[in-house]
Structures are given as C-alpha cells and as structure tokens.
C-alpha cells in the first residue's frame, strides 16, 4: 500500500501537467496572500484613521449641552479580522461605518461592493476562493483517472494478481494524491502563516493561532474528500472520459449552481423588511407604545408627575433634576428596546434565508466549507452582527450616559452648557472581535456536514470500491 | 451542400438518441427559466416595496397634522416631515439584475444636511449578496459556455476514439464539411436555446419593442459564437477528449473567472476612491461647528450662496429655523468637492473595467447585458444626482416660507415636489460591447479556421 502510494506520488510529480497546473494554483495562492494582506492593510489602516479621527473629534469638543453632544454622536469602523486577508467573507458586502446618534440606529454604511461595479459579482480573488474552488479542479484533473487509467491500460489485474485488494489499492492511490496535494497547498498556506505572524499586529496572538490551525486541518478534511470522491468515482466509472466529465459536472453543480440557487430560494422564501418600512414601525412602536396603549406624551407626562412626588415639590423649577434629561433617557430606553426586536427579527430572517444554504453544506461540501471557513477567519455575518451588537451597546451606553448627565444639569440646563472637558472622560468606541470560543458554536452544523463527508465518503465509497469490477 | 445537410441530420438522430445531451440541454433550460422567474420576481417585489413608500411619506404627513394642526413654522415640518427619492427599475433590468440588489433603491430624505442621508443603505443580507443573483444573465454568461463546452468537447475526439472516424473519412467528404456540420448542428441547438430563453424572459418581463430587443439578441448571439470559436480552436488541436475538456473548461475558468476577480483587484488598486466615509465625518463637523459659531457669520456665508434672501430679518432669537437650515446646507458645500470627487472616482473605476474587459468576452456579455438593464452603477450614481437636484427641489420649496417667514399649512403638504426616478439603459457601453464582442468573435473564428486549414484532420 506503501509502495502504491509512493508509486502516485512519484508518477504525478512527474507529471508535466500536474506540474504545470499546480504551479499556477499556486502562484494564484501566492497572489492573493499578497493581495489580500495588502488590501486588508490599507483597509485596516483607512479605518483605524477614521476611528482615531473620531475619537479625537469626540474628545476635542467645546462646551456643549450634553443632547448636543448625543446628536452630534461618533462613528464605528468595523475593523478587519485577522485571518480575513485569507477569507474575506461576506466583508466586501457589509458595511464599514456606522453613524451613532441619539434616538436612531443608522444602517451600516460604505460597503466595498458599494464602491465597485457590477464585477465583484465575478468573485473575488481570496485564498479561499482558491482552495475552496481551484485547488478541488485541480484534484479532479490529478485523480480522474486513479482506475480508469489502470484499468485502461491493464495494469489493475496485474497489481490485484499480486494479491493487493482493491481497497488497499485504493487507500494507497488515496495517500499518494494527498501527499502530491499536501505539496502544492501547505507552502502556500505555511507563507500565508509566515505573513500573518510576523506582522506585528499579530504577534503572539494565540487565539489567532488557533483560527488558523483549524482553518489548515478543514481544508485538509475538505481536500481529503475531494480526492476520495474522485477516485471512486474514478472506479465507478467505465472511461477516463466518462469519469473526468461526471466529476467537471459535479463541480460545476456544487461550486456554481447549488450556492446560488439556494442563496437565491432563501431570499425569495423569507422576504426582507425594507429600513424604511422597519423604521417606520419602529417610531410608530416608540411613539404609540410597543402595544398602541401606551404612547409617548403620557410616558413623558408620567415620568413628570413621579419625579414631582419623589422629590416632593409642586413645580419643576424646584427639582434637583432636569425633567427632559430623565425623559429623554427613558425615551431612549424604550426606543432601544423597540429597535432590538425590530433587529432581531430582522436577523431572523436573514439566518432563516441562510439556513436553505447551511444545510445544502450536507449535499455540497463546498457549502460546508464556505461557512466554516469565513467563521474561522472571523469574516462570516455572525461575527458582522457581533459588530453591529457592539457599536448598538457603545452608542446605547454612551446616550444614557450623556442624557444622566444632563439629568444632573437640574432645571433649566437648556440655557447652559457642560464644560468641554466633560467629554475627555466618555469612552470612546473600542471593538474587540469575539474569540474562537464564542464562534464555535456557530459553527456546528458545517463542522458536522465536513465530518460526515468524510466518514460516509471512506466506508461507503470504499465499500463501492471493493465490488467495482476489475477489467 | 448536400453532404453537409446528410450529416446535418444525423446528428440530429444522434442527438436525440444521446439521452445525457438532451438531459443537459433541458437542464439549462430548466436553470434558463428559473432565472427569469427569478429575476422577474425580484424586479416585481423591488417595485411593490417601492410602491408601499408613498404610504409611509402618508403616515408621516397625518401623524404631523396631528401633531401640528394649525398653520406652523416651516421649520418644524422640515424637520420631522420625510419623503423618499425612488429609483424605479427598468424592465430590462428583470433579466440582467446587476447590483440593485447591493445598492438601495430610495433614499429616504428629509430638510437636513444631503450628505448624511444620501448614502444610507437598505437591509441586505450579505451572504445573500455576496452569492449574487442568478438572473437569466447568469445562465447566459456563466452556464450557457458549459453547456457549449459539454456539446462539444468531443466533437471529432469521440468519432476517432471510437473508430469511427476512419470510416466517416473514407468516404467522399472533407473532413472540414464533417466539422463544419457538427459544429453549425451544435450552434444551431445552443443558439435556438438562447433566444427560446431571452424570448421568454422579455415576453416574461414585459420590455417594450425597441432596439434593446435585437441589441440582446445579438448579444446573446455573438457570446454563444465566441464559445463555439473557442471549440473550433480546441477541436481543431485534435487531442484526446479528456485533453479538450480539461482545455475547454481551463478557458472557461480563466475567461470567467480569474480574468474578472484579478481585474476586479487591479482595478481597486489602480483607481482608489476618496473614501465616502471621509466626507460624512467632515460634514458633520461642519454642521455641528455650525452651532458654536456666531449666527451672524453662518448667515452672511449663507447669503453669499442664496443672496435673494439677503434682506430678511437679523436672527436675534436664541434658536431660528432658517439659521438651522442655512448651516445644514453649509455643510453639505463645504463637502460639494470632496462628494464630486468620490462619485467621479467610482465612475472612473466603473470606466476602466470597461475599457480592459476586452480581456474576457464574459466580462463585456455581463457589463452590456447590466447597462441594457440599467442595473449597474452608472444608473446608481444616476440616480444619487437625482436624488440630489430633489433635495435642492425641496430646499427651494421650504426657502421662501423660512425666510419670509410665511406658515406651513396643511395644504402646502400636497404641494411639495415629489421625486421619481427611471433607470435608463447605457447604450452606448452595449454598442460598444458588441463592437468588442464581434471582435473576438471575429478573431477566435480566424484562428480556428486557421488552424483547421493548416492541421489536416487525421482519422488517428
């Protein structure tokens, strides 16, 4: 079995075409490491000036009201993951700013498919995008013919007459190919690893690290499944070309027509909620209540006559607190409530539209590596909305806090304003991306789809291997 | 000629007894029809979310004269009263939905500042965009080449691996005539495809009769002629059939696709845009500023723009309306430049890809195909400028009530300027893609004749 495996890894080295094609995988892997760490830098850094912009803007103010400040608010930039110079995701197509005011939440703005033309619908040249469709062709091309070849040529009666089985025939093709893969991949992905670390944002990040091994070993599986499959396929079949053109077409149908169709039958099953719409339902809610019993001027009235009784006194004027401060805060509370299940709902649907997609990755494993590895690279919509989540609770935080201190203002803070160094003291929006630990879960059911792959593919493809006839 | 129709018809008889070629051809029929049933539904519920936009303008204008019953400042109104700018589809765009479902189709605009508003994006589900659409442009460009390369991969190949071909040549015919036949049979099946299914999509889409009609046609047409040139050159080559279809689909891969994704970086990196995000943090820092400065400064800059207004009263009033105003737009001028900068620069962008996409014909089929929809981003900053002249259509009807102080009444809601807005196809970019397509047509037909000429077809 050794000797058989040694024997492919041999003979496909020696394979002019073979080596032709896998120095241009190659190469495009090269390319798009270089690009990609260069586009996530200018990215990374554009963002990280804005944000520093900002802050400093925030910090620098003059003496204002503090509802003055809660309008003029800040800016979230979503900063680019590490690992997203190999997989970029879905961040091409999210937005890179969001505008955090008072009373509203503003959409994500700025996508980088926003600033193109319609040829990102081409795709785009990322690591993933090679190893998730160049480098599974070029196993088709390297392992088309692992039987067929063989049997064409005869060479398959002599190799059983000398007592090997078929399956150990198999297994040894199956090692032989991984390694000639092994060859053309892990350079590739070794220099992107080199890459990463020696940038020194990057340096001695374990949770980093981590994300990248698991991005190597899926892949691995993902590759491993792609050879298996081709050389039973390759058995199963009576020709090279019979075998060469069910494989093309299967590739065809997983990399390019499945993803697409289902993406496209999600969308049409669970239809999105425009923001206009959604936003007019939101203010409706916060104006009129969330029931349409409870609406905003008898909150606010409410909130008067309490302040009235818990103090004790019978005019605004004597307050030690600015009635609007207070009515504003818990105006903002109840707007923020109304707006997160909006959001949710929202979320719900698009992780419904997804869903068609997520559990396609059980027939494709192109859809079960695809979602595996932007969460890996922390490049997925679930870590977009972990974003969204934070620059929600940064601006959440930060207009409550401006609205108590206008609360503590007492009566009449209209005509006044807080000193500028006032808002030295505020936090300024600092995002930490989630860690591995937190986008595991999510990952489940790709992992899950990957490994049964796997599995099914080596007991039963093998077992159809056995009983495959030999001439 | 006679020769040629003989085999001409039998490859029909072959053709319909090879049951996986006729599997195929439905298969792409099939995938044809669910994208115009697709894109056509897309289009329909782009417009019918369109359509529910002057409902919500109308629950807006009650909800404020409730608010405000009787005659108001216009200041009030223009602060709390929001309309939208509407970016209707073309019918073209049914069949060719380029990127509107990426960029929003209205923009929902009140008095204040433009820059703020004016980039504002719809809900998007970005795995959703980043799979992208699979309109009946889609199957044209992308699957309609693979099925051209299944038909033909092994047009002489499988005659010659089979035997066959030994005994076809010992009869009285050229080898070109036999290819000729099968290659005309095979165009002929893909050809009649591709207008079956356009023809049903513009039925489908309801498009008007007029020069787009043959402009997608012909378009279609030449695209098809490329991939059967590119077959020719393939057949032509005379390897063993697993080479031409390893060949053939190694084509298709680098016309398809990493011609296009490599295009798409050089171009980024060849054209960067100013970012957008950079002026909306100017202009908000002008706008904010506004509120520290002396009222007096902030007007005379004002009038120095608007100078009909010059005479009205001295702001001494703590808070004015039209000083509010006067500082929003401010803000918007002080970023006039740098939003012409990044409009241009997108356009530029959008301009070069179409002046380097004669490196891929499947680039030039989905540009034309796009601007005949009018779907791509031209029609998008189209339609921000339009946006933009209904933003200052609406400063011009709340100026004069601002600044001569005249009421908001419950009448002036009707008068207000409405916005609608159509987006146009791009002809010129479709007759140029078809000048280019005819191009390469031209030139991958050349070289496969060439080629057959030069290489006489041998029967081993």
Known sequence: MKSIAQKEFISTLRDRRFVVLSALVLALLLTATLVGRASFRTLQRERQLAQTTVNDQFRNQPARHPHRVAHYGSFAFRPRSGLSLLDAGVDSFTGSAVYLEAHQQNSVNFSQAQQSGSLIRFGEMTVAFVLQLLVPLLIIFLCFGAFTQERETGTLQLLLAQGTTLRQVAWGKIRGYCQAVALVVAPALALAAALLFTGEEFASNTDLLARLVLFGLSYAVYFFLFVVGSVVVSARQASSRAALVTLLGLWILGGIILPKATANLGASLYPTITKAQMDAEVHEEAQHGVNGHDPHDQRAAAIKAALLKKYGVDSEEKLPVSVAGVQMAAGEAYSARVYQQHFAALNATYEQQNRLSDWAGLLNPYQAIRPLSMGLAGSDFTHYVHFQQAAEAYRYGLVQRLNGLQASMGYGDKERRLDAHTWRELPVFAYRAPNLHWALPHLFLPVAALLLWAMVLSWLGLRLISKTSIA | ?460
């Open chain 2, 1 to 460: 000629m006679r020769v040629f129709w003989i085999l001409f018809s039998y490859e029909w008889r072959h053709f319909r007894a090879a049951k996986g070629l006729v599997l195929l051809c439905g298969l792409l029929l099939a995938t044809g029809l669910y994208g115009i049933y697709y894109g056509t539904t897309e289009i329909e519920r782009q417009r019918q979310q369109l359509a529910t936009l002057p409902e919500l303008t109308h629950r807006n204008v009650e909800e404020l004269k409730v608010k405000f019953p009787g005659p108001t400042d216009a200041g009030d109104i223009g602060y709390y009263h929001s309309t939208f700018a509407v970016h209707h589809p073309d019918p073209w765009a049914a069949l060719s939905l380029g990127l509107r479902d990426v960029n929003p189709t209205y923009v929902k605009l009140r008095l204040l500042g433009l820059h703020n508003q004016l980039y504002a994006s719809d809900n998007t589900n970005p795995m959703k965009t980043l799979t992208g659409n699979f309109d009946l442009a889609f199957v044209l460009v992308y699957l309609l080449p693979l099925l051209i390369i299944a038909l033909c991969f092994n047009l002489l190949s499988a005659e010659r691996e089979e035997g066959i071909l030994t005994l076809l040549l010992a009869q009285p015919v050229r080898p070109a005539t036999v290819l000729g036949a099968k290659l005309a049979f095979r165009a002929g099946i893909v050809m009649a495809l591709a207008w079956l299914l356009s023809g049903v999509g513009m039925a489908w889409a309801g498009v008007p009769l007029d020069i787009r009609v043959p402009s997608w046609l012909a378009m279609s047409t030449l695209y098809c002629l490329f991939w059967f040139g590119v077959a020719l050159v393939v057949t032509a080559w005379q390897r063993a059939s697993a080479v031409n279809a390893v060949a053939l689909l190694g084509v298709w891969l680098v016309l398809v696709v990493l011609v296009p994704s490599l295009l798409s970086l050089g171009v980024a990196a060849a054209r960067p845009v100013p970012q957008g995000i950079e002026l909306t943090i100017r202009q908000r820092e002008e706008i904010h500023a506004g509120w520290d400065k002396p009222k007096t400064q902030t007007m005379n800059r004002f009038f120095g723009l608007y100078p009909q207004w010059r005479d009205t009263t001295i702001i001494r009033e703590r808070f004015a309306w039209r000083w509010y105003y006067a500082f929003q737009h401010l803000g918007d001028q002080a970023v006039a430049s740098q939003a012409r900068a990044y409009a241009q620069g997108l356009q530029q962008r959008y301009d070069l890809v179409e002046t380097l996409n004669l490196f891929s014909p499947a680039i030039i089929a989905q540009t034309s195909f796009n601007a005949l929809g009018g779907s791509d981003l031209p029609a998008h900053l189209a339609f921000q400028r339009s946006a933009a002249r209904y933003h200052d259509s609406l400063r011009a009807f709340y100026y004069p009530l601002l600044f001569r102080k005249v009421d908001f009444t419950h009448a002036d809601y009707a008068r207000e300027p409405q916005h609608t807005f159509t987006s146009q196809s791009e002809m010129p970019t479709v007759r140029r893609g078809l000048s280019k397509l005819l191009l390469s047509v031209t030139a991958v037909l050349a070289l496969g004749f060439v080629l057959v000429r030069r290489r006489s077809i041998l029967p081993h």
